[in-house]
């Protein structure tokens, strides 16, 4: 059903899988390996995926050819569509969840972005215009 | 024969792709507004009800830049262009949001005065039916090639940047190997 796929690099699989699944509702499709696993929320397919050294079999997050290792971070970011942005974030708050900035109403949308247990940023939208809304166009 | 009197105003047909899996998207998402819940999804996660047609922003230097390479190397389409800051683009189901740096929006300072900025590792995946020429054909384009062609479980991979350094990751199937949903 999945017909996007996001990889995000993490520190801890299944400390990952517990964050993705408890707070923003993603289900579990396989976690085959320690260092990979594949959530699934709608139409998004997230590979969660842990550093791994070169010659193991899993190729998605081996160093590469100059030996760099990939690492969680960054500011590239998949969203979640949410309909009421405070009352999400008061909830997220209280469970423990970091965020990374206030709620910020930008022009088509109030945003807000959380970190996952890696420091990976997910952002959170609230539409304030009907074209933000993920309809297509 | 004489020539339709009107020919002289007809526009050029252009043709439209319909792309159906948004129509679909968006059948279920008015299923599940009108209490039809069709799909599951939408309603059933607390905090955040999620919705069809992920999204995923990415941040750039240079948005004209940019969107010619997402438009002109991956098959993305042009949707909105907000200049100087922002676009969106579309990709099958997905729905590429391009925020440059610095740009008030998505790309403004953070309160303790941090940019977003482009670069990490964090990637979106798209699948194509023949990633040797597909990597080869982007790197004779100019396309910067971060990790070549390499084998893992279920899948052959690469890694190409963008013009602002975003990876973005080519995938093709092995051989046999087939999505379990």
């Known amino acids: ?137 | 024969m004489t020539a339709d009197p009107l020919d002289a105003l007809r526009l050029p047909v252009v043709p439209v792709d319909p792309r159906p899996r948004f129509a679909a998207g968006l059948l279920r998402q008015i299923a599940a507004a009108t209490g039809d819940s069709a799909d599951p999804a939408a309603g059933g996660a607390d905090p955040a009800a999620l919705r069809d047609n992920p999204t995923v922003r990415y941040f750039v230097r240079d948005l004209a830049t940019a969107i010619a390479f997402y438009c002109g190397r991956l098959g993305f389409e042009e949707e909105l262009v907000a200049a100087p800051g922002f676009a969106m683009l579309y990709r099958g189901g997905l729905r590429l949001l391009l925020s440059v740096s610095g740009v008030p929006g998505a790309g403004a300072p953070l309160p303790d005065g941090s940019v977003p900025r482009a670069g990490g590792w964090n990637r979106i995946t798209l699948q194509v039916t023949d990633i040797v020429g597909t990597v080869e054909a982007l790197r004779a384009a100019g396309v910067r090639v971060r990790a070549d062609v390499s084998a893992g479980v279920a899948v052959s991979q690469a890694l190409i940047e963008d013009p602002s350094g975003n990876l973005v990751e080519l995938i093709e199937p092995a051989a046999g190997y087939r999505e379990r949903t």
Do not use: C
């Open chain 1, 1 to 137: 059903m999945s017909t996007v796929s996001v990889r995000y690099i993490v520190d801890d699989v299944d400390a990952a899988i517990a964050f993705y699944r408890d707070h923003l509702g993603f289900n579990e499709l396989m976690h085959p390996d320690p260092a990979f696993a594949m959530l699934t929320v709608g139409d998004l397919r997230l590979v969660l995926v842990a550093p791994v050294p070169a010659g193991h079999p899993g190729g998605g997050s081996r160093p590469m050819p100059d030996g760099t290792r990939q690492r969680p971070g960054g500011w590239n970011r998949f969203m979640l569509e949410v309909p009421d942005l405070e009352a999400a974030a008061a909830k997220l708050r209280a469970a423990g969840v970091v965020f990374r900035n206030e709620i910020v109403t930008g022009i088509g949308a109030k945003q807000v972005m959380i970190e996952d247990p890696s420091g990976n940023p997910v952002e959170l939208f609230e539409p304030i215009r009907p074209e933000a809304r993920l309809q297509g166009a």
